[in-house]
């Protein structure tokens, strides 16, 4: 087990050095120089000189590199062009936003998935069975902003329940957060409530067949007892570490429902440093997105390891 | 073509006729690409015909669908886009296809340090969301049709990267490689003429669950104005553009995003049908990107 974590470890840091270097030529494919490019067209001599040395630009290619990555690593990804604050800062405030959403949505699609996906597999075949499996289909196949417009369209727009759209948060107002957080948790949630159902069912089906179940209904125990405590024990181990990489997407995967309801997340501040050509956030933004992302599939193959021996084994 | 790829391809007209919402799915894309080929003769109105005295009109026989916030008629823009969507769809589906295959041929038959630097740069490509990283190239690269299909491109090509390399790790094992090899054939013939008809099926269903996934990546990039530019017509530059006017003309959000829903529908319900004949252990791109624990 440890030396398996170790590895995955030394893979991670490996991966995450390549993020960096991807992240670090972004900004060198900027057509033209991204500092002029950033001011605009009113400048003075002054103020595009500070800003960069500011940002290091001024520098030869592989000492911008090497001073980036030293920098990220103590947490300093650089300032903002615009507004001259610490990216790490500006990243880090965004970030409850953005999780607060994406742990609302995989918590609804949870809420919906498990027991249709359990059912939909325990009763293979019936109505129920097909009406899960259309389900996942639509909803793999709409677009989440789509989903949201329809649910502006709806209760805001005609029954008048619920805010079309921004932010309040959690901490200040728990009620006007969660009126304002269910309609963009739920068009992401049922994407990825479509995308569970389906794991759920297939991973439910394939511990149906192991030959402990049917001992277990040949020994004459009740089907809910088979399900709960032979089934349901085995089958969630895979879903469990689904969960955790769908809930690690969704942090840097919600840029355009973020857009759509003025939610204040990272996605929202990727968007608008695209907007402003603010490149440090941009990078800033994609590189704290993809290392979260990096770290939470190193906890989740951690998690598994943990849960299912026989993968830290290998 | 050899044997291989022959029986691949008769195995996968044979899944889409025995399988109703495959035969549904096969019908609405051959639809879509008669709208994409000849939409502009089907529009009843230019794309771009401005006329302020019908702006948000309601669904009517003159305008099915209605019209914009500038009076342009939405089923012309609808059928417009449709080409867009379809254009983005291959060609960055296509590059991910070239790309990918290419990257994986070479780390799965040369292995050692080949395999080990071009997966480990596929790992690194995979270790974004999807999104953001289209967002952050065609951010630095500049908004625009081409831009969006290379974005799209680059972040799918690992999916294909690794089906390829899995596909030619088996088949490079099997006694007809080693006998060509044997008598000497060349490499680039080797995988010709053998690897690459046995891969086909995987390659397959993968392409096809891709464009499902390209479209409504391109849907999102227009969505954001970071794809097709105004005032050319796509489906999520629309939806963008008529969210504001939501509640009052409730057509501007309900159709451009139907369209989305039944093209992606209708790959996925092709690439699902394909894969459950071709390469039923194969899993989805997003199936894939969720499961790599």
Known sequence: ???????????????????????FLLLQLVPGDPVRVALGTRFDQQTYDALRERSGLDRPLVAQYVSYVSHALTGDLGVSFRSGQPVTTIVLERLPATLSLAVTAVLLALLVAFPLGVLS???????????????????????DFWTGIMGILLFAGVLGWLPPSGYVALTEDPAGWASHVILPATAVGLVTASILTRFIRSSVLEVLSEDYVRTAVAKGLRARVVVVRHVLRNALIPVVTVVAVQLASLVGGVIVIEVLFAWPGVGRLTYDAVQARDYPVLQGAVLFVAALFLLMNLLVDVLYARLDPRIGAR | MSAGSDGTVRRALSALRHDPPAVAG???????????????WLAPAGTNDVDVEKMLRPP?????????????????????AARVSLEVGLVSVGIALLVGVTVGLLAGWYRGWVDNVLMRGMDVLFAFPVLLLAVAIVAVLGPGLVTAMVAIGVVYTPIFARVTRAGVLSVREQVFVRAAVSIGASDARIIRRHVLPNIAAPLIVQTSLS???????????????????????????MLYDGRGFVTEAWWLGVFPGAAIFLTVLAFNLVGDALRDVLDPRQLTVSEARRSRA
């Open chain 1, 1 to 23: 087990m440890a030396r398996f974590v170790l590895r995955r470890l030394l893979q991670s840091a490996i991966v995450l050095l390549g993020v960096t270097l991807v992240v």
């Open chain 1, 121 to 143: 597999a325990v009763r293979s075949g019936s109505a129920l069975d097909h009406a899960a499996r259309v389900f996942s289909q639509f909803g793999v196949s709409v677009p």
């Open chain 2, 26 to 40: 096969t019908l609405v894309l051959l639809l879509l690409l008669v709208v994409g080929l000849a939409g502009r």
């Open chain 2, 60 to 80: 009517s026989l003159d305008h099915p669908f209605g019209t914009d916030e500038l009076g342009r008629d939405v089923l012309s823009r609808v059928l417009a």
């Open chain 2, 211 to 237: 464009l499902a996934f390209a479209i409504l990546s391109e849907a999102a990039l227009s969505f954001l104005g970071l794809g097709v530019q105004p005032p050319a017509p796509a489906w999520g530059r």
